[in-house]
Protein backbone atom coordinates (compact mmCIF):
# COMPACT_ATOMS: atom_id res chain seq x y z
CA UNK A 1 0.00 0.00 0.00
CA UNK A 2 2.86 2.44 0.71
CA UNK A 3 4.68 1.42 -2.61
CA UNK A 4 1.31 2.40 -4.42
CA UNK A 5 0.64 5.56 -1.85
CA UNK A 6 4.29 6.59 -2.95
CA UNK A 7 4.53 6.24 -6.51
CA UNK A 8 1.47 6.30 -8.39
CA UNK A 9 -0.21 8.86 -6.01
CA UNK A 10 2.31 11.21 -4.02
CA UNK A 11 3.90 11.69 -7.00
CA UNK A 12 1.14 12.28 -9.27
CA UNK A 13 0.17 16.10 -9.51
CA UNK A 14 -3.07 15.97 -11.40
CA UNK A 15 -4.74 13.33 -8.97
CA UNK A 16 -3.58 16.16 -6.16
CA UNK A 17 -4.87 19.09 -8.50
CA UNK A 18 -8.47 17.25 -8.91
CA UNK A 19 -8.20 16.50 -4.98
CA UNK A 20 -7.49 20.12 -4.15
CA UNK A 21 -10.15 20.85 -6.75
CA UNK A 22 -12.81 18.48 -4.80
CA UNK A 23 -12.65 20.54 -1.43
CA UNK A 24 -13.85 23.36 -3.04
CA UNK A 25 -16.54 21.15 -4.93
CA UNK A 26 -17.65 20.34 -1.64
CA UNK A 27 -17.50 23.22 0.27
CA UNK A 28 -19.79 24.67 -2.81
CA UNK A 29 -21.97 21.21 -2.30
CA UNK A 30 -22.68 21.81 1.28
CA UNK A 31 -21.87 25.59 1.84
CA UNK A 32 -25.39 25.97 -0.13
CA UNK A 33 -26.80 22.69 1.10
CA UNK A 34 -26.42 22.83 5.00
CA UNK A 35 -26.77 26.77 5.44
CA UNK A 36 -29.51 27.49 3.33
CA UNK A 37 -32.53 26.92 6.05
CA UNK A 38 -30.30 29.66 8.53
CA UNK A 39 -29.82 32.04 5.46
CA UNK A 40 -33.56 31.57 4.54
CA UNK A 41 -34.96 32.17 7.59
CA UNK A 42 -32.61 35.02 8.70
CA UNK A 43 -34.13 36.60 5.62
CA UNK A 44 -37.50 36.30 5.99
CA UNK A 45 -38.49 33.37 4.56
CA UNK A 46 -40.71 30.78 6.74
CA UNK A 47 -38.87 27.54 7.59
CA UNK A 48 -41.33 25.21 5.63
CA UNK A 49 -40.54 27.25 2.67
CA UNK A 50 -36.87 26.81 3.55
CA UNK A 51 -37.41 23.29 3.89
CA UNK A 52 -38.89 22.90 0.33
CA UNK A 53 -36.10 24.94 -0.87
CA UNK A 54 -33.71 22.65 0.82
CA UNK A 55 -35.72 19.24 -0.91
CA UNK A 56 -35.63 20.55 -4.20
CA UNK A 57 -31.81 20.97 -3.88
CA UNK A 58 -31.31 17.41 -3.21
CA UNK A 59 -33.84 16.48 -5.48
CA UNK A 60 -32.27 18.13 -8.14
CA UNK A 61 -28.94 16.16 -7.66
CA UNK A 62 -30.35 13.13 -9.44
CA UNK A 63 -31.25 14.16 -12.48
CA UNK A 64 -27.83 16.70 -12.96
CA UNK A 65 -26.44 14.07 -11.63
CA UNK A 66 -27.28 11.06 -14.54
CA UNK A 67 -26.94 13.92 -17.11
CA UNK A 68 -23.60 15.21 -16.46
CA UNK A 69 -22.65 11.74 -16.01
CA UNK A 70 -24.25 10.87 -20.35
CA UNK A 71 -22.76 14.28 -21.71
CA UNK A 72 -19.92 13.00 -20.32
CA UNK A 73 -19.66 10.00 -21.60
CA UNK A 74 -21.56 10.55 -25.07
CA UNK A 75 -21.04 14.12 -26.15
CA UNK A 76 -17.51 14.57 -24.49
CA UNK A 77 -15.83 11.16 -25.11
CA UNK A 78 -15.20 10.03 -21.89
CA UNK A 79 -13.55 13.04 -20.91
CA UNK A 80 -14.30 14.79 -17.58
CA UNK A 81 -12.22 17.94 -17.32
CA UNK A 82 -14.59 19.69 -19.82
CA UNK A 83 -18.35 19.07 -18.49
CA UNK A 84 -17.14 19.29 -14.90
CA UNK A 85 -15.73 23.03 -15.53
CA UNK A 86 -19.41 23.60 -17.76
CA UNK A 87 -20.98 22.59 -14.82
CA UNK A 88 -19.17 24.68 -11.86
CA UNK A 89 -19.39 27.84 -14.23
CA UNK A 90 -23.14 27.44 -14.44
CA UNK A 91 -22.96 26.57 -10.70
CA UNK A 92 -21.66 29.81 -10.16
CA UNK A 93 -24.21 31.60 -12.30
CA UNK A 94 -27.03 30.30 -9.61
CA UNK A 95 -25.03 31.47 -6.78
CA UNK A 96 -25.02 34.88 -7.93
CA UNK A 97 -28.71 34.95 -8.40
CA UNK A 98 -29.05 33.53 -5.55
CA UNK A 99 -27.34 36.17 -3.94
CA UNK A 100 -28.94 38.81 -5.85
CA UNK A 101 -32.64 37.89 -5.11
CA UNK A 102 -31.96 36.08 -1.70
CA UNK A 103 -35.37 37.56 -0.47
CA UNK A 104 -37.21 36.40 -3.24
CA UNK A 105 -38.36 32.62 -2.33
CA UNK A 106 -39.27 32.17 -5.78
CA UNK A 107 -36.11 33.07 -7.56
CA UNK A 108 -34.24 31.72 -4.28
CA UNK A 109 -35.78 28.43 -4.83
CA UNK A 110 -35.09 28.57 -8.44
CA UNK A 111 -31.43 28.80 -8.19
CA UNK A 112 -31.22 25.82 -5.40
CA UNK A 113 -32.69 24.01 -7.69
CA UNK A 114 -29.86 24.91 -10.16
CA UNK A 115 -27.12 24.92 -7.97
CA UNK A 116 -28.02 21.16 -6.62
CA UNK A 117 -28.85 19.72 -10.42
CA UNK A 118 -25.63 21.22 -11.83
CA UNK A 119 -22.55 20.66 -9.00
CA UNK A 120 -23.10 16.86 -8.19
CA UNK A 121 -22.64 16.45 -11.63
CA UNK A 122 -18.60 17.57 -10.65
CA UNK A 123 -18.44 15.83 -7.30
CA UNK A 124 -19.24 12.50 -9.61
CA UNK A 125 -17.31 13.24 -12.14
CA UNK A 126 -13.95 14.19 -10.03
CA UNK A 127 -14.15 10.75 -8.82
CA UNK A 128 -14.58 8.89 -11.89
CA UNK A 129 -11.63 11.10 -13.06
CA UNK A 130 -9.21 10.21 -9.94
CA UNK A 131 -9.55 6.70 -11.74
CA UNK A 132 -8.80 7.35 -14.90
CA UNK A 133 -5.64 9.37 -13.96
CA UNK A 134 -4.62 6.33 -11.68
CA UNK A 135 -3.33 2.86 -12.76
CA UNK A 136 -5.84 0.36 -11.94
CA UNK A 137 -3.88 -0.78 -9.35
CA UNK A 138 -3.93 2.27 -7.11
CA UNK A 139 -7.49 3.26 -8.05
CA UNK A 140 -8.96 3.29 -4.67
CA UNK A 141 -6.16 4.94 -3.36
CA UNK A 142 -6.83 8.13 -5.57
CA UNK A 143 -10.22 7.92 -5.26
CA UNK A 144 -9.93 7.63 -1.15
CA UNK A 145 -7.21 10.78 -1.82
CA UNK A 146 -9.94 12.94 -3.36
CA UNK A 147 -12.89 11.98 -1.06
CA UNK A 148 -10.69 12.65 1.71
CA UNK A 149 -10.37 16.14 0.78
CA UNK A 150 -13.76 16.80 -0.34
CA UNK A 151 -14.86 15.70 3.17
CA UNK A 152 -12.29 16.77 5.56
CA UNK A 153 -11.16 19.60 3.90
CA UNK A 154 -14.14 21.04 2.06
CA UNK A 155 -17.03 19.81 4.42
CA UNK A 156 -15.41 19.90 7.52
CA UNK A 157 -13.13 22.96 7.34
CA UNK A 158 -14.60 24.96 4.59
CA UNK A 159 -17.46 24.61 4.29
CA UNK A 160 -18.62 24.54 8.17
CA UNK A 161 -15.72 26.19 10.29
CA UNK A 162 -14.70 29.11 7.44
CA UNK A 163 -18.36 29.73 6.64
CA UNK A 164 -19.71 29.93 9.86
CA UNK A 165 -16.54 32.55 10.88
CA UNK A 166 -17.45 34.54 7.98
CA UNK A 167 -20.86 34.55 8.52
CA UNK A 168 -20.66 35.32 12.28
CA UNK A 169 -18.20 38.50 11.04
CA UNK A 170 -18.79 41.87 9.80
CA UNK A 171 -18.71 40.38 6.45
CA UNK A 172 -22.05 38.83 7.40
CA UNK A 173 -23.52 36.42 4.67
CA UNK A 174 -22.40 38.46 1.94
CA UNK A 175 -18.88 36.90 2.97
CA UNK A 176 -20.35 33.59 2.71
CA UNK A 177 -21.85 34.26 -0.86
CA UNK A 178 -18.06 35.59 -2.32
CA UNK A 179 -16.62 32.60 -0.93
CA UNK A 180 -18.70 30.27 -2.54
CA UNK A 181 -18.13 32.44 -5.96
CA UNK A 182 -14.24 31.99 -5.13
CA UNK A 183 -14.72 28.54 -4.64
CA UNK A 184 -16.03 27.61 -7.65
CA UNK A 185 -13.38 29.63 -10.17
CA UNK A 186 -10.37 27.76 -7.63
CA UNK A 187 -12.33 24.03 -8.38
CA UNK A 188 -12.46 25.73 -12.07
CA UNK A 189 -8.83 26.66 -11.76
CA UNK A 190 -7.77 23.13 -10.58
CA UNK A 191 -10.12 20.95 -12.54
CA UNK A 192 -8.59 22.94 -15.94
CA UNK A 193 -5.00 22.23 -15.37
CA UNK A 194 -5.93 18.23 -15.68
CA UNK A 195 -7.12 19.12 -19.21
CA UNK A 196 -4.24 18.24 -21.38
CA UNK A 197 -3.55 15.06 -19.64
CA UNK A 198 -6.81 14.12 -19.75
CA UNK A 199 -7.27 14.40 -23.46
CA UNK A 200 -3.83 12.88 -24.07
CA UNK A 201 -5.19 9.67 -22.19
CA UNK A 202 -8.31 9.82 -23.89
CA UNK A 203 -6.62 9.35 -27.09
CA UNK A 204 -4.45 7.25 -25.88
CA UNK A 205 -7.46 4.59 -25.24
CA UNK A 206 -8.85 4.95 -28.94
Known sequence: TREIFMQYVLNN???WYIAIANAFVYMVRYGCLDWAPTILTEHGIDIKSAG????AYEFAAIPGTLICGWLSDRLFNGRRALPTIIFM?????FICLYWLFIDNLTVVTVSLIGIGFFIYGPVMLIGVQALDLAPKNAAGTSAGLTGFFGY??????LAN???GYV????????GTFVLLLIACALSI??????Y???QYLVQNRK
Open 196 to 198: KEE
Open 189 to 194: VFVGFT
Open 13 to 15: RFL
Open 89 to 93: ALVAG
Open 161 to 163: VVM
Open 167 to 174: AESSFGWD
Open 152 to 157: FFGTAI
Open 52 to 55: WAYF
